[in-house]
């Protein structure tokens, strides 16, 4: 299936949680926010939230500064 992930086609071998594509690009869960078809998605919901074919995925990641 193909997802958009950060405005670029990304595959995946089928329907994926939030959770499980962050461990797939190893990526920390706890550094990041995640938004899903425009919505923003919880931490609490990474798990329960499911991605799906033709789904858009923005992931950011936060920087620190001063």
Known sequence: MTIKLNGDPHELQGPVSVSELLQQLEIDARRV?????????????YGSSVIKDGDEVEIVNFVGGG
Request: proline content about 0%; overall charge positive; charged content about 25%.
């Open 33 to 45: 926010a995640v938004e899903l078809n425009l919505a923003v998605v919880k931490k609490a919901a």
